[in-house]
């Protein structure tokens, strides 16, 4: 087995989660068709709510930005008291959704909605987010060896808790110390990562990142903070280059730590 020695200044671990703790299968399988399926029946039952009608102006202000992009999807302001005028506002947004998703596009618009929409079917105990077998035992293990534990992920932070709160291994939410999403910024920008540093009240070399995304991981490293890149079946495969340059684990498992050693 391959082990990685967590540097002894690393107190933060901050965990990516789609293809680092959760097999993307789990997100592209189960999570995202759930979206696509019911869509259009959950704004039909949700729009008189203002959480709907917030979630709607953000996908139409993020549409706005889009406007310039090749298929983007328009969605019109709201409607005047027509139910046929109302009904094409709807299908805008069902468009814009299934065309974002189309393109695995993670803004914070989309992702909001996601959000919302997961949580009536993790509430429910109709979902259960899945963990690798190794990402509990060691994040427990990494919490009694004083170290925190952190999620950033472009899944809304309120989807982050669904997750974590409705697992196959139970209610684990306990195990973060926090969230974060793209709300900080993207994951591709270093200066995420300084202000998740600055949040956490830590500084960016305290931080090991563990993602499957090496733009991910650069712009992390960029920003002084350690990172792995972590390989999971069903991730993208990683260039020669990549696969050189960067520390690879393929279990949380992989990881030693200094106070352990
Ligand atoms: C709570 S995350 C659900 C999956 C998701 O929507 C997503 O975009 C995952 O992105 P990540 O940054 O965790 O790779
Ligand atoms: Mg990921």
Redesign the pocket.
């Known amino acids: 087995m391959v082990v990685l020695s967590v540097p002894a200044e690393v107190t933060v671990v901050l965990l ?5 703790t ?1 097999p993307i299968a789990f ?1 592209k399988d189960i ?2 068709p759930y979206i696509k399926e019911n869509v259009k029946e959950y704004l039909q039952t949700h729009w008189e709510e203002e959480e709907c009608q917030q979630d709607v102006s953000l996908l139409r202000k993020q549409a706005e930005e889009d406007a310039h992009l090749d298929g983007a999807v328009p969605i019109p302001e709201a409607p005047g008291s027509g139910v046929d005028d109302l009904q094409q506002t709807i299908q805008a947004v069902v468009d814009n959704v299934c065309w974002q998703m189309s393109l695995d596009r ?1 803004t914070t618009a989309l ?1 909001q909605l ?2 919302h929409m997961w949580r009536a079917a993790f509430t429910a105990g109709r979902m259960k987010a899945e963990f690798f077998a190794d990402v509990v035992p060691a994040v427990r293990k990494w919490r009694e060896a004083g170290l925190k534990v952190y999620i ?5 932070v309120e ?2 808790k ?2 974590f709160g409705h697992s196959t291994e139970g209610d684990i939410l306990e195990l973060v110390d926090g969230h974060f999403d793209t709300k900080i910024g993207h ?1 591709v920008e270093s200066e995420s990562y300084r202000k998740i540093a600055d949040s956490i009240g830590c500084s960016t070399n305290n931080i090991l990142f563990l ?3 090496t733009p ?1 991981a650069s712009a992390a490293e960029a920003a002084d903070v350690h990172v792995a890149v972590v390989v999971r079946p069903g991730n993208a495969g990683l260039t020669d280059d990549e696969k050189t340059y960067y520390s690879l684990i393929t279990s949380f498992g992989d990881l030693c730590l200094p106070r352990s050693a």
């Open positions: 990516d989660i789609e293809g680092t959760t997100v999570l995202f993670k992702k996601q959000g950033y992920s472009s899944g809304s989807a982050q669904l997750l994951k993602t499957d995304v991910e």
